[in-house]
């Protein structure tokens, strides 16, 4: 059975940082691209980073470019985002997804865990 949890979310100040987390279990970490997406209230799911099965290769979407890193730790079954320099705007649900082949189409993306909010105050 196949699972994905995220962690991390929580309420921060605009300026801030948090670092989310994504446990995978009953997947091969060699086997799977990880990527992150987000979905704000009233809005379509938006692709956020997305990282290749050995870590060499990392994408971004615009809005998070130069803020947020993603990285993962095939070791622990892991995948991590952390978030810098927080604003408003990246209030959302923040999911994690593992997709056998790397983008940035949520279609390409097989497995989904939950979700957890990240809330940035002004």
């Known amino acids: 059975q196949v699972q994905l949890v995220e962690s991390g979310g929580g309420t921060v100040q605009a300026g801030g940082s948090l670092r989310l987390s994504c446990k995978t279990s009953g997947l091969t970490p060699s086997s799977y691209h990880m990527g992150w997406f987000r979905q704000a209230p009233g809005k379509e799911r938006e692709f956020v980073a997305a990282i290749s099965v050995s870590s060499i290769r990392t994408i971004y979407g615009d809005s998070v470019k130069d803020r947020f890193t993603i990285s993962r730790d095939n070791t622990v079954h892991a995948t991590y985002l952390q978030m810098n320099s927080l604003k408003p705007e990246d209030t959302a649900v923040y999911y994690c997804?593992?997709?056998?082949?790397?983008?940035?189409?949520?279609?390409?993306?097989?497995?989904w865990g939950q979700g957890t909010q990240v809330t940035v105050s002004s």
């Open positions: 997804a593992a997709a056998f082949q790397i983008g940035t189409d949520a279609s390409q993306f097989s497995y």
